[in-house]
């Protein structure tokens, strides 16, 4: 068989997976946005499936399998009109980072509800302040006897409302300045001092980001994830996930506004026959076609690498992925939208909202900028610009 496609398992994954998505679909997912809904009952529908924790260890409730698994699930439901964010967040960064930082206890403890969807963990690394500098993060962990005390504030966290508990990156008092040695600590989203609040955004999506407020949040000692000096390496062992798992969320997404705009270009006629026979129509389709196919095939080799054990390699990949996959996601939402005339606009065909949707691509989990200066950089080995 050829190393260029994915294996049989992955592929059946990947039609099981749209399957289930397609019982809701992208008029479900954008109904429950616009009624101020959850999508819970799909959520949990992919977590009893196996899904959602397809990349956790089967002894923790999952299904022993690597990233380009859950990076299938979280693009063929996108494709099929649901593109879930915290497919990015609870499994992927969190799922990932407990795997292989967390005691055999921890593991115990928040494996089983990330996997079967019944206790959702999201993220929260970004700071009002710092931005994309994380060396600049403010949130301090103080040791208070055996525990810790937790201060300072997040911005633009998704699904707090929807989540049991935050994967906060933080950073020790003794270490308040420079270069960051990352902390991370599961805190409850009921702790006392815990506060958060939406943040009113223009995506059409039932998953909201929000503003943290985190004021002598007090912790125990087992809510700490790896060392309690810090280190990046625990850090980082959620960014490639993150990144792939981007990509993938973005050609999804991007698969799902080509279908419906090649559909549209078939049966809509105006002067002779379909307007899909233009070629003003049928080319930027076709480049779309091959620009998501582009991306996907980076993100399957960025996960590959990544299951294999080779980060560094797959660090490049994932950061190439995920520019590459917000590309192609950002142009087929704005061909869509131009192949639906005036439709394009109205609520009723839904494809400008993937406008938005397709742009979050651009500025998160790491900004289109970033990406350029790594490969710049690590790639290319132009100097450091910032
Ligand atoms: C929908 C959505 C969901 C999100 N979910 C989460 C989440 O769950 N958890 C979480 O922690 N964060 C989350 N984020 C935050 C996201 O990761 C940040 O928005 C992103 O990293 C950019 O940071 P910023 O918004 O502070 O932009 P800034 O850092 O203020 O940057 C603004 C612009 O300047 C550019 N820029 C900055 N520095 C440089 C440089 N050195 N060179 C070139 N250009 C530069 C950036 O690329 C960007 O275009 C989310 C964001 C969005 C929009």
Redesign the pocket.
């Known amino acids: 068989m050829s190393t260029f496609t994915e294996s049989e398992e992955r592929q059946e994954l990947r039609k099981q997976v749209a399957r289930l998505a397609s019982k809701y679909g992208h008029d479900y997912f954008t109904g429950q946005a616009r009624a101020g809904q959850k999508t819970t009952d799909l959520w949990l529908e992919i977590g009893k499936a196996g899904y959602l924790g397809i990349n956790v260890p089967e002894e923790y409730g999952g299904g022993g399998g690597g990233i380009g698994d859950l990076a299938a699930v979280c693009e063929e439901l996108a494709a099929a009109g649901c593109p879930l ?1 915290l497919m ?2 609870s499994p992927a960064i969190c799922g990932t980072v407990i795997s292989r930082y967390g005691t055999e206890a921890q593991k115990q403890k928040w494996l089983p509800g990330i996997c079967d969807g019944t206790s959702t963990m ?7 302040d ?4 994380t060396h600049n993060i403010a949130t301090t962990a103080r040791k208070d006897g055996d525990g810790w005390v937790l201060n300072g504030r ?6 707090v409302d929807e989540a049991d508990n935050v994967l906060i ?1 933080a950073r020790t008092e003794d270490a308040k300045t420079g270069k960051i040695k990352p902390v991370l600590f599961v805190v409850p989203t009921d702790a006392p001092g815990f506060e958060y609040t939406a943040i009113p ?1 223009e ?1 059409v ?1 039932p ?1 909201s ?1 929000f503003q943290v407020f985190i004021d002598d949040v007090r912790l125990p000692a087992d809510a700490l994830v790896g060392d309690e000096n810090g280190g990046l390496a625990q850090l980082f062992a959620g960014l490639n996930p993150e990144r792939i798992m981007g990509a993938s969320f973005s050609t999804g997404l991007a698969r799902y506004a080509l279908e419906r705009a090649v559909a549209y270009a078939k049966e809509r006629e105006v002067f002779n026959g379909p307007i899909g026979g233009h070629q003003a129509i049928a080319h930027p389709l076709a480049q779309s076609h091959i620009e998501i196919e582009m991306a996907r095939l980076m993100t399957q080799k960025a996960a590959a690498l990544y299951d294999a054990g080779d980060e560094f390699a797959a660090g490049e990949a994932a950061n190439m992925a995920k520019y590459a996959a917000a590309e192609a996601a950002c142009d087929t939402a704005d061909r869509a939208v131009q192949t639906h005339g005036g439709f394009g606009i109205s609520q009723e065909y839904g494809m400008a909202a993937l406008l938005v949707a397709a742009r ?1 691509g ?9 990406v ?2 790594f490969v710049s950089m690590h790639s290319l080995g132009l100097p450091k ?2």
């Open positions: 964010l990015v967040v999201v993220f929260a690394i970004t700071e009002p710092a931005g994309t500098n997040k911005i633009w966290i998704s699904g990156v955004m995506i999506s998953e980001q979050v651009r500025i998160a989990p790491v900004s289109r900028e970033m350029l200066n610009s910032y």
